[in-house]
């Protein structure tokens, strides 16, 4: 299956992964299953480490070496992905989540989420 990975749910299966459902935490762990970590995650990351709203910074310099390392595989931004975002209902405030939202519609793929806000959108969420 393949899977698009929320910002959140990244941070926590990284540095906290109590954090994460039971369904989380078999989602990732299941070798079978291919995580994709958006461009979109890489810059909120940025932003709010470098607003100090975040504050573990080797996670956002050395995110390939983690990505490469848990075997997630990185997701570009397309032009098509940023203009569906960009349409997209603003039920969610957050322009990195509906671009996230725009991602798993494209790619048909679930995203592994904690935030229901994200159920407003045509796409499937596991937690």
């Known amino acids: ?3 698009l990975l929320d ?3 990244l941070i926590w299966w990284l540095n906290d ?4 459902s039971s369904m989380a935490m078999s989602v990732l762990r299941n ?9 979109a995650v890489a810059w909120e990351l940025a932003i709010k480490a ?12 050395e995110l390939r070496k983690h990505i ?4 997630f595989t990185e997701l570009p931004i ?13 039920h969610h405030r957050d322009p990195f989540d ?13 995203i592994l989420s904690a935030d229901k806000i994200l159920d407003r959108y045509d796409i499937k969420r596991l937690w």
Do not use: D, W, Y
């Not at 470098?50 to 310099?61: A, E, P, Y």
């Not at 509906?98 to 679930?110: K, S, V, W």
């Open 68 to 71: 490469a390392e848990e075997g």
């Open 7 to 9: 910002t959140h749910a």
């Open 17 to 20: 992964p109590p954090k994460l």
């Open 98 to 110: 509906r671009l996230l939202a725009a991602q798993a519609q494209e790619l048909n793929a679930p």
């Open 1 to 3: 299956m393949r899977i």
């Open 50 to 61: 470098n607003l100090g709203k975040f504050n573990v910074s080797s996670l956002v310099t």
């Open 31 to 39: 070798p079978a299953n291919t995580v994709f970590v958006s461009a």
């Open 78 to 90: 397309s032009i098509g992905q940023a203009v569906r975002a960009g349409l997209l209902p603003l």
